[in-house]
C-alpha cells in the first residue's frame, strides 16, 4: 500500500473511473528559467497522482491531482489566506505546498511535465482532501490558480465523495490497489463495509472509520 493512503485512494477513484494512472511525476524549473535559484529550485517537486482516460477528451482526458491529507480537512478560506499572507504552517512557508499554483517558474515545469506524460496542453488539476471546509468555489475560481495552470479547471476532491462512489461502484472483479482489495475481502467475508466520512489516516485501515458489521446485508453489492 502506498505511504500515504489518500494517494492510493485517489488512484482507485480514477482507476474505477476509466483512468490509467501513474505516481509521483517530477518537474522542477528549468534552470535556464530566467528567475532560477539553485539553492531554492533544484529539488524537484512531484506530482501525486496524474489518471488519462483513452477514451475522453477535452479536460476530462487528462486529470493531475495533488493530494493533501491533512487531518483537520481543508478550509478554503484559511487556506487562501495562509498562502495571501505567507504564513508559516508545518515549519514552511504555506505557498510552497502549492508552489504550481504561485510561482511561474513552478507553475511553468508542472504544465511542462504533464504534457510530457500525456501528451496533453489541457487537464483538469484536481487538490484531493480529506474533508472540504468551506465553498470550494471560492477556491476552484480562484483566478490566480487558473492562470497558473494555463486556464485549465482546478477543482478540489474529498475523500467522502471518493469513498461513496468506490463502495457503490465496486463489484466482486479483482481490482488492482492494496486498498480496493482490502475492501473486497472484508465484504467477501459477509461483512457490510459503508463510509461513514470520518478522517483519513495514511498508517492504517481502521481509522478510515469503515463501517464494518458482519454477517449483514451489504449495499450495492453485485453478484
Request: charged share 25%; proline share 4%; net charge positive.
Amino acid at each position: 500500500m502506498k505511504e500515504d493512503i489518500l494517494e492510493q485512494l485517489v488512484d482507485d477513484y480514477l482507476q474505477s473511473r476509466g483512468y490509467f494512472t501513474q505516481h509521483n511525476l517530477k518537474f522542477r524549473p528549468r534552470a535556464d528559467h530566467p528567475d532560477f535559484k539553485s539553492q531554492q529550485d533544484s529539488n524537484h517537486s512531484d506530482i501525486d497522482v496524474i489518471g488519462l482516460h483513452p477514451k475522453l477528451s477535452g479536460f476530462d482526458r487528462v486529470w493531475v491531482v495533488s493530494c493533501k491529507s491533512w487531518q483537520s480537512g481543508f478550509d478554503v478560506r484559511a487556506k487562501l489566506s495562509e498562502i495571501t499572507e505567507n504564513k508559516i504552517r508545518s515549519g514552511r512557508e504555506s505557498w510552497r505546498f502549492f508552489r504550481e499554483l504561485i510561482q511561474p517558474k513552478w507553475s511553468e515545469a508542472f504544465c511542462a511535465a504533464v504534457e510530457a506524460l500525456t501528451g496533453s496542453t489541457q487537464f483538469s488539476y484536481f487538490t484531493a482532501v480529506t474533508r472540504i471546509k468551506g465553498d470550494p468555489s471560492l477556491w476552484e475560481k480562484h483566478e490566480p490558480f487558473r492562470a497558473a495552470v494555463r486556464g485549465n479547471p482546478v477543482r478540489l476532491l474529498d475523500l467522502e465523495n471518493m469513498m461513496r462512489d468506490l463502495l457503490s461502484g465496486m463489484g466482486t472483479t479483482v481490482v488492482p490497489s492494496q486498498l480496493g482489495r482490502t475492501i473486497q475481502l472484508l465484504r467477501a467475508s459477509g461483512a457490510s463495509v459503508t463510509w461513514r466520512g470520518a478522517r483519513l489516516s495514511n498508517r492504517a485501515l481502521e481509522p478510515l472509520a469503515l463501517s464494518i458489521k458482519a454477517g449483514s446485508e451489504i449495499p450495492g453489492r453485485r453478484s
